[in-house]
């Protein structure tokens, strides 16, 4: 496409996207079987489902705060200037660490 932007959200949420439908399907077929036959073990689903969503959503956004570094790196200023690679790489790694302290 012309913006790599897009791409870059798409490329980020391709792994964490098919991971996430499994976690969802072992859930949902987990439940079923819970309601068939009931254990305890099963009371377990529904907060480990829980942790699997909010660890794709820290993934993806982790994912597509990579990308976006590189696509700033890679791109001029309109005044035909380069990005400074600490500056980015430092706002870059707070916000991967925000991510993270957020999803904890």
């Not at 309601?35 to 305890?40: D, E, L, T």
């Not at 009371?43 to 696509?71: H, N, Q, Y």
């Amino acid at each position: 496409t012309r913006t790599p932007w897009d791409d870059a959200l798409i490329d980020a949420l391709r792994r964490p996207l098919g991971v996430l439908v499994w976690i969802v399907g072992i859930a949902l077929a987990a439940e079923t079987v819970q309601r068939a036959a009931p254990s305890a073990i099963f009371s377990a689903v529904g907060p480990l489902r829980d942790l699997g969503v909010v660890v794709m959503v820290v993934w993806f956004v982790v994912r597509f705060i990579r990308r976006g570094e590189a696509i700033v790196l890679e791109h001029e200023r309109p005044d035909g200037t380069r990005p400074d690679y600490t500056t980015v790489d430092s706002i870059a790694k707070l916000l991967r660490l925000a991510v993270f302290i957020t999803g904890a």
